[in-house]
């Protein structure tokens, strides 16, 4: 076997055999195919696509090319979350501790900025001091000690992933159902979690940008998470503009701590509150999901949940006097104001094109080696169906650089659309599959 004739078949649009898929992953992890043959071989996939089979084979894969962590000594039930990504998707910060704080353990690795979208593991070294690398038996104790740690991946968990994650961004192949089920599936299953909550997302701000596409995608990660007997449950929610109203590391991270002190932006309450009711459900704390509702806002309410998040920040050694004043953290030099032209409501505003501009001051990276800004990114003051007069503040752009921020200025316009009608606001969570 050799990886010229894998990459043959998948270019000539035929399936990849099992072992096929173990040679691709174990030989790529320990550095016998090169990036430029991997890069092929995914470029095919991206084109052609996988099949289910395909897909389980090459999450289990990925899953397999490290260690597989055991967490029975934290508890036999560990119910981890993801999201297929989005813009200003703050959720893990928010949700987590608050799941924490209801006395459910919380062992939770995210990843960084893909493409357009922000990574959780990036906003949450916006804290200064916070460390997100850790090493398993710190994770271990870190649980122990405060019921929760969020943390990006640790180095010995799915190697082929961290590889393949970072081709994929590197050439553009991000928005492909079969690579978006097995990386995050992969990390799931290794993540010793057993039982999961996915956030589907879906829309201008999503990798799938329709729902049918999301339910699909749903259906793969389902299946391949009953093979590797994970009960998971997909929540399909709405990308079609960004989550709140900040875009960019250090922005976000504050909208998470104005959140968990109560000021919560609806498709952000609706979201925590519908994940957290099934990660509740799922960890055998509470089968009625309208009481478990009750629990998570009762918890934001007595400021319980964000007690758990000075208690989780200081933990991972991050500076808490952040938390408590906001006004600490950096600001960009430059604050631009985005005005609106016209008068009417805001009818669309274009995610992706969002997530790009706030990639383009510096809050994500445009190659692995960038360095992110966290000052910087955009904060929405006009949401989909917001009354907008002209003249009015849309969004304000935070900036390091005057230029930058004067050429996003004049792409953000462009990303709203305001109509004289006003439209009925969609639906955050679509569908629980
Ligand atoms: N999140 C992941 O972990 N992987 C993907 O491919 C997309 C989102």
Redesign the pocket.
């Known amino acids: 076997m050799n990886i010229q004739e894998i990459i043959a078949k998948k270019r000539d649009n035929k399936k990849l055999n099992e072992e096929e898929i173990r040679y691709f992953v174990s030989e790529y992890t320990k550095g016998n195919i090169t990036d430029y043959q991997a890069a092929a071989l995914i470029m095919a996939i991206y084109i052609n696509g996988m099949s289910r089979k395909e897909t389980t084979s090459f999450a289990l894969e990925m899953a397999n090319s490290g260690k597989i962590l055991d967490l029975s000594e934290i508890s036999n039930t560990i119910v981890d979350k993801?999201?297929?990504?989005g813009v200003g998707d703050k959720i893990t910060i928010i949700l987590m501790p608050i799941i924490a704080s209801l006395g459910i353990p919380v062992v939770k690795m995210s990843?960084r900025g893909?493409g357009f979208?922000g990574g959780t593991a990036d906003k949450l070294e916006a804290i200064p001091g916070y460390r997100t690398n850790i090493t398993t038996k710190e994770l271990i104790n870190n649980v122990k000690k405060v019921g929760i740690s969020l943390i990006t991946q640790t180095s010995n968990l799915t190697p082929a992933d961290k590889k393949i994650?970072a081709i994929?961004d590197a050439i553009n192949c991000?928005d492909s159902m079969p690579?978006?089920a097995s990386?995050?599936m992969s990390?799931k299953i290794a993540s010793g979690a057993n039982k999961l909550v996915l956030d589907v997302t879906c829309g201008s701000g999503a990798?799938m940008k329709n729902k049918e596409d999301a339910i699909k995608l749903s259906k793969i990660m389902k299946s391949i998470g009953k093979l590797a007997k994970m009960e998971t449950i997909c929540i399909l929610t709405n990308m079609n503009e960004p989550l709140g109203h900040s875009i960019g590391n250090t922005l976000e991270i504050i909208e998470a701590i104005q959140c968990l002190k109560g000021d919560i932006p609806q498709d952000i309450k609706e979201i925590i509150t519908v994940m957290g009711s099934y990660i509740i459900k799922l960890a055998d704390k509470g089968n009625n999901l309208e009481e478990n509702r009750k629990m998570i806002l009762e918890n934001i309410q007595n400021g319980k949940a964000y007690n758990k998040f000075l208690e989780l920040v200081k933990n991972q050694n991050g500076d808490i006097e952040y938390i408590k004043d906001i006004k600490k953290f950096e600001k960009a030099k430059y604050i631009i104001p985005v005005i609106s032209k016209e008068d009417g409501y805001v009818s669309e505003i274009n995610a992706e094109e969002i997530g790009k501009i706030s990639v383009s001051l510096g809050a994500g990276r445009t190659k692995k080696e960038d360095i992110i800004d966290k000052a910087v990114g955009i904060i929405l003051n006009k949401k989909i169906t917001d009354k907008v007069s002209k003249g009015e503040v849309l969004a304000y752009i935070h900036s390091n650089d005057k230029q930058k921020g004067e050429e996003a200025s004049k792409q953000l316009i462009n990303t709203y659309k305001i109509s004289e009608i006003k439209l009925e606001k969609e639906r955050v969570v679509l569908e629980v599959i």
């Open positions: 993801h999201s297929t990504g990843g893909l979208t994650y994929r991000m690579l978006i990386s995050i990390k990798f």
